[in-house]
């Protein structure tokens, strides 16, 4: 007797356009199978011309080389504290102990689930006491959802510090009509294989200054000198994006507005079918914020009524997954000081993230809210 195999629904899968193939078979033929090419430069100009705002791209080899080559460029080193979003996956924290700096975490506010601009400023009254002035603010745009940038930029820039704006989530949300990567000092992006749009693996790293972008670039690809020979004056990485993957890139950048309304398409589905579950809420759009919706995720009354429902769900082939675990709770982060006020932890035992990719069928969605409400009813 036959076992019937129900089709698996994946939490944010890739979502291939019509080009990417073309384009990377362009760079097979011409043999630009390199961390430099046509499509690297193209792609480049892509993310330069959707972002706008006047940004420089750089290509790279993850959101998570973004990070950390952002936070070299602005002069984090050995010993130095960096303002870090806890609510948020580990690549936006990692990189901060790559330069021997430590992390300062920063829990969320419950409107958008982002850095709490009132413990932020917290944050930097005590630091400031203690004789320690923060280097750097890591502040991330999770899932999509702009943070309160008018309020937590005011406060970086009264006490002069810089901002990598952590917009792996994000490309294509937009805060006040200016898109996510191009607010802060710093933008960077992620092209991973679960993002809005993939190159597989990749990122960007976004910035005003032509020079800044060159420098990132030069670090990118080990810091070589301008000789003959190899030289190096300063230590560099091998963080540049091949071609190869850049033309996936270029492909995707042409389909990037159909993926966001896609994904907002779900978050609407969604809402629609479960709002009225009562315990089940969804998080709202701020005035002025614009959400890429990248994923959709709801608030469920209990950690015991998450997990029956994700368990449920997985027990029908579909992945689903809790919202990110704060960084201050992670073992790995245990000694790192934090400012906490319980919404991110609380935002943890309730949340969970229900598949949201592009390309999902109407039938996919409706066998989603079907079983989170029959778990619910």
């Given amino acids: 007797m036959e076992t019937t195999v129900l089709k698996k629904i994946w939490l944010s899968p890739p979502h291939m356009g019509t080009n990417e193939e073309a384009y990377v078979k362009e760079a097979f ?43 070299q ?33 920063i829990d969320s506010e419950e409107e958008t689930w982002n850095i709490s601009p009132e413990l932020l400023e917290k944050a930097i009254k ?17 899932y999509g959802m702009p943070y309160k940038v008018d309020e937590v930029h005011a406060i970086a820039q009264k006490y002069d ?19 996510c990567g191009s607010l802060g000092d710093i933008g960077i992006l992620s092209f991973n294989g679960n993002k809005i749009i993939t190159t597989s693996g990749g990122g960007a790293m976004l910035c005003k200054d032509k020079e800044l972008k060159e420098k ?25 994006m091949s071609n190869v993957l850049a033309g996936i890139g270029r492909g995707q950048m042409e389909v990037l507005k159909d993926r966001v309304e896609a994904r907002r398409r779900n978050f609407e589905f969604y809402t629609e ?37 994700r368990k ?35 935002l943890f035992e309730k ?8 390309s999902l069928e109407v039938e996919d969605l409706e066998r989603v809210c079907h079983i989170v409400k029959n778990e619910l009813k």
């Avoid at 080193?77 to 330069?99: H, K, M, R, W």
């Avoid at 949340?351 to 592009?358: D, F």
Wanted: glycine share 8%; charged share 15%.
């Fill in 126 to 142: 005590d630091r400031l006491a203690t004789g320690k002035k923060p280097k750097a603010l890591v502040a991330v745009h999770l």
């Fill in 351 to 358: 949340g969970l993230c229900l598949p949201s990719g592009s």
């Fill in 29 to 71: 033929e011409t043999n630009w199978i390199a961390p430099l090419g046509p499509n690297v430069q193209k792609f480049e100009k892509s993310i330069e011309e959707f972002v706008g705002n006047n940004v420089h791209a750089a290509c790279l080899s993850s959101g998570t080389a973004a990070i950390h080559l952002g936070l």
């Fill in 161 to 179: 510090i810089p901002i990598i704006e952590d917009s792996a989530e994000a490309l294509g949300s937009s805060y006040k009509g200016f898109n």
């Fill in 73 to 105: 460029l602005l002069g984090v080193g050995i010993g130095d504290e960096v303002l870090c979003q806890s609510f948020t996956f580990a690549a936006s924290a990692n990189p901060i102990t790559y330069l021997g700096a430590s992390p300062i975490f």
């Fill in 312 to 346: 449920a769900l997985d027990n029908e082939n579909i992945e689903s997954r809790p919202l990110w675990k704060p960084m201050h709770a992670q073992p790995v982060f245990e000694n790192a000081i934090s400012y906490v006020n319980g919404v991110s932890e609380d």
């Fill in 273 to 309: 079918q479960l709002s009225d579950i009562p315990g089940i809420t969804f998080s709202k759009e701020p005035q002025g914020s614009y959400s890429n919706r990248w994923l959709t995720c709801i608030l469920t009354p209990s950690f015991e009524d998450r997990e029956r429902i």
């Fill in 216 to 240: 990132a670039v030069f670090l990118a690809t080990q810091a070589r000198d301008n000789a003959p020979h190899y030289q190096h004056s300063q230590i560099g990485h091998n963080y540049r």
